[in-house]
C-alpha cells in the first residue's frame, strides 16, 4: 500500500523543515512549497491526502488558495489543514468558509499537529457517498451527490459542515451534544476542541441565511436541526 501523500506550504523555512522532517519518519509522501502559487500548482499537479496551508503566504495567501482548490472538481477532495498566526474567531469562521477542514493557530507543538493531521487523514472524504437525499424546511441534503440546497439554490459547504448538516438534519428535532457531532465530524480527533464545533455551526448559520434559525442552540446540550 503507497503511503498518503501530503503536501506543505509554509514560508517559514524552520516549520517547514520541521514538518517534513517528522512527517517522513512517521512514513508520509512528503512535498512543499514556499508561496501560494507553488502550493497551488503543486496540489493541482499531485492532488496529495491532505494539504497543511499557511494562511498568511507570498504571492496568493492561503485563503485564496483554499477557495481555487474548493473550487476545482479535481482538487476539491483534497483535506485542508490551516496553519496560521492569526487565532482571532473571525479568521476561524472565514478559513472553515473557504473550505478549511481544521485549522491551527501558531505556535503549536509538532505532535499533537501531527496527531491532528493523522486524524484529518482518518476522516472520510466527499467521496464517500450514500445513495440519500433528505429534505426538511426547504433544505435539501444529497448525500450521494454532496449537494445542498436551500428553497432550490445550491449552497457551497466545507466538507466538515456537510458532515454537521447531515448529521443533524438525519434525526431533524433530536439534540445532540457537541461531542457527538464531534465524533462525527472529526471521527477519532482526540485534539478537537468543544468550540470549533460553535465555529462550524456559525459559518454554516451564514450560509443558511434568513433559515439560520433552522439550526437552534439547545442550552446546556448541543445543537439541533429545526423538525417543523
Known amino acids: 500500500m503507497s503511503a498518503q501523500s501530503i503536501l506543505i506550504v509554509e514560508d517559514e523555512r524552520s516549520i517547514l523543515d520541521a514538518l517534513v522532517y517528522t512527517l517522513e519518519k512517521d512514513g508520509f ?3 512543499s512549497a514556499s508561496d501560494g502559487q507553488e502550493g497551488l500548482a503543486k496540489a493541482q499537479e499531485l492532488l496529495p491526502d491532505l494539504m497543511v496551508l499557511d494562511l498568511m503566504l507570498p504571492l496568493t495567501d492561503g485563503l485564496e488558495v483554499c477557495r481555487q482548490l474548493r473550487a476545482n472538481p479535481r482538487t476539491n477532495h483534497i483535506r485542508i489543514l490551516m496553519l496560521t498566526a492569526k487565532s482571532a474567531e473571525v479568521d476561524e469562521i472565514v478559513g472553515f468558509s473557504m473550505g478549511a477542514d481544521d485549522y491551527v493557530t501558531k505556535p503549536f507543538k509538532i505532535k499533537p499537529l501531527v496527531s491532528r493531521i493523522k486524524a484529518l487523514l482518518r476522516r472520510p472524504t466527499a ?3 450514500t445513495p440519500e437525499i433528505i429534505s426538511c424546511q426547504g433544505v435539501s441534503v444529497d448525500h450521494q451527490n454532496h ?19 447531515w448529521t443533524l438534519i438525519r434525526q431533524a428535532g433530536r439534540p445532540f451534544r457537541r461531542n457527538e457531532l464531534m465524533d462525527t ?5 482526540a485534539n478537537a476542541l468543544e468550540r470549533t464545533i460553535d465555529v462550524h455551526v456559525r459559518s454554516l448559520r451564514q450560509k443558511l441565511l434568513d ?8 442550552r446546556g446540550v448541543g445543537y439541533r436541526f429545526r423538525s417543523e
Not at 147 to 165: A, G, I, M, S, Y
Not at 185 to 189: N, S
Not at 211 to 218: F, K, M, P, S
Open 211 to 218: 433559515r439560520a434559525d433552522l439550526i437552534e442552540t439547545v
Open 127 to 129: 467521496q464517500a457517498k
Open 29 to 31: 509522501q512528503v512535498h
Open 185 to 189: 465530524c472529526r471521527g477519532e480527533d
Open 147 to 165: 449537494r445542498v440546497t436551500l428553497n432550490d439554490q445550491e449552497l457551497v459547504l466545507t466538507p466538515t459542515e456537510f458532515k454537521l448538516l
